[in-house]
């Protein structure tokens, strides 16, 4: 946790979140996001020990419903807002060789 | 009513309304006000004329009396985050050009059983992420008290738009302080309710842990008004609360509230002006029966760093969805180029800056190794806040801060230091961390006339204690208010 982000580690952290970062900012991110874990590191202080981590906030957790079959949007409806969308599908390049 | 450059609060609609005045007028009003005032401002990203025209004839043919549409004719301003039937809603985001969903958020739907009147989207940092609304693919938002700075954010657009009176009143959501904030730098009354009081169902999830939507407006009474109308149980929303939504004004307002100050937490970086308009408030707020209680919020300190763990931990996880498959855009690829690249590249164009950052961060602090450094122990942190609150709520109603250590400040200023407008989130974060119901009212100006605004925070579904208080100090509040240069109505 002490130790300063690498730009290796900056790029692991891009593949893991579908970013293709180019050059420049790869660069400028390991130096903006080694700046804020270093604040973190004031979390650090805290004696945590014990403590139940929050899930939720305020309430209990979710609250259930039963499993009632209903209305749903029109399947044409669903995909109209899609980049790609063909027979009421959405269309993506060949997964499978 | 006769004269239409009067026509600013939901209490004026209601009056013109009563009077002579249809709804589509009130309707026509506003939408010249847009017209003629927004390409300074760029508050909107979209007007909706047409279907604002026809919903507000719907009201006149049905009459603005009838007591199940609290709303009728009310025209309001909505956050680009928030779905609108119909209408674009892309957070501001270029991944989701042109997107325009297939159904309303239910805070929309019930605004329009209400009998409210659309008028169109507004500006916000992209996917609400930041404090300025410059992280907008559609350009900045000017605050109209000085158009050379900024209206706060992220809620920025609908701060702006009511604040110049292009609307009466617009929702905003709240994750880190986006509807307090933006309200206290543009002189108005903004709400984020309690965590589960309104449903998030149609709300483009940031940080589902900390999101809240809530209304912002020229008036307390304003915002109670909206507040009323979209809180309330939400079966779409498996974290919405089953609380019954309460009456405002409740009649029953406590004449001699405890009011706890956290004073440890104000040792610096807070403007002297915004200093100064806080104590004069507290002032006003004992003269008329509330006692002043020092309290301390020991890991209140600790809000901005938590904040910034678990809100991009939330984010890199909700924003996956933008993948170029379902909604929005897709990058333009190759013949040869497989689904990965798909991704990669959609991701890498359609996203800013701001939000890659905060993706980054999130995903670091969620992956292998960092989770318990991180993650895991910013939530236990986040208890321990909740904790200090639940203490110091056995013996006061109500805690008061600035909503903001400064006024607005100038644009551009924060361009390259991310980190130093995160440490502005100081005084509002520990409202999503803890859930808890939190208000800004105006409290009076800098210097320089900016506005500055005063923070409640109450117990978890007391809004009702927090907008009493609120409409109080707003009856005796010393320092007039004051309006936006160029918005005298007798000008």
């Not at chain 2, 501001?92 to 325009?100: G, H, K, P």
């Not at chain 2, 800056?353 to 905060?358: F, G, I, L, S, Y």
């Not at chain 2, 409640?456 to 009493?468: K, M, N, W």
């Amino acid at each position: 946790m002490t130790e300063r982000l690498t730009r290796t580690e900056v790029e692991r952290i891009a593949r893991l979140a579908h970013l293709e970062l180019d050059d420049a900012e790869a660069d400028r991110l390991t130096r903006q996001l080694g700046d804020i874990l270093t604040y973190f590191e004031r979390l650090r202080e805290v004696d945590t020990s014990g403590v139940e981590a929050t899930t939720h906030p305020v309430s209990a957790g979710p609250r259930m419903r039963d499993d009632q079959s209903r209305e749903s949007l029109p399947r044409d409806e669903a995909v109209a807002g899609a980049p790609d969308a063909a027979d009421g599908l959405f269309r993506v390049p060949k997964v499978i060789g | 009513m006769t004269d239409a450059s009067a026509i600013e609060t939901i209490a004026d609609v209601r009056a013109a309304l009563a009077g002579v005045g249809s709804a589509v007028d009130v309707c026509t009003i506003f939408l010249e006000r847009i017209q003629e005032r927004d390409a300074a401002l760029g508050a909107f990203t979209h007007v909706a004329s047409d279907t604002a025209l026809e919903e507000a004839a719907t009201v006149d043919a049905r009459g603005a009396d009838d007591p199940s549409q609290p709303l009728a004719g009310v025209p309001i301003a909505i956050k680009d985050n928030i779905c609108t039937r119909g209408l674009p809603t892309t957070a501001a985001s270029r991944i989701l050009t042109d997107y325009r969903p297939p159904y309303d958020a239910t805070v929309v739907e019930r605004l329009r059983a209400a009998g409210a009147v659309i008028l169109g989207k507004t500006n916000c940092d992209e996917f609400a992420m930041g404090s300025t609304t410059e992280h907008s693919c559609y350009g900045i938002t000017r605050n109209p008290w000085d158009h050379d700075r900024v209206p706060g954010g992220s809620s920025g657009g609908s701060a702006a738009a009511v604040a110049a009176r292009l609307a009466p009143v617009a929702l905003g959501s709240d994750t880190g302080g986006s509807i307090r904030q933006p309200a206290a730098f543009c002189g108005l009354v903004g709400l984020k309710p309690t965590y589960g009081r309104v449903s998030r169902y149609g709300l483009l999830a940031f940080a589902s842990s900390l999101d809240q939507i809530g209304p912002l407006g020229l008036t307390v009474a304003d915002v109670a008004a909206v507040f009323r109308v979209i809180a309330g149980h939400d079966p779409a929303d498996a974290t919405s609360a089953a609380e019954a939504v309460p009456e405002w004004p409740s009649g029953t307002a406590n004449e001699t509230p405890a009011i706890g100050v956290p004073w440890t937490l104000l040792n610096d970086g807070i403007d002297d002006d915004v200093l100064a308009s806080f104590r004069t408030a507290l002032d006003t707020l004992r003269s008329s029966g509330a006692t002043l209680v020092d309290i301390e919020l020991p890991h209140a300190t600790y809000a901005v760093p938590t904040y910034y763990v678990v809100a991009p931990a939330e984010a890199s996880s909700n924003l996956a969805r933008y993948d170029g498959v379902r909604y929005g855009v897709r990058a333009p690829l190759a013949e040869t180029a497989d689904l990965t690249a798909m991704y990669d590249r959609t991701r890498e164009s359609g996203f800013s800056d701001e939000v890659k950052r905060r993706i980054m961060l999130g995903t670091y602090a969620l992956s292998a190794g960092y989770y318990d450094a991180y993650y895991l122990r910013a939530q236990q942190i986040r208890t321990l806040i909740r904790r200090d609150y639940d203490t110091v709520f056995s013996t006061v109603d109500a805690v008061a801060l600035p909503t903001t250590p400064t006024t607005a400040f100038p644009l551009g200023q924060h361009a390259d230091d991310p980190l130093q407008l995160y440490v502005g989130d100081i005084f509002t974060a520990s409202a999503n961390l803890t859930g808890l119901p939190a208000l800004s009212v105006p409290s009076g100006n800098d210097s320089s006339g900016l506005p500055i605004g005063l923070q409640l925070v109450g117990r978890a579904f007391d809004e009702v204690t927090i907008l009493d208080l609120a409409a109080r100090f707003e009856r005796e509040r010393s320092e007039p208010i004051g309006r936006p240069p160029g918005l005298d109505p007798s000008a």
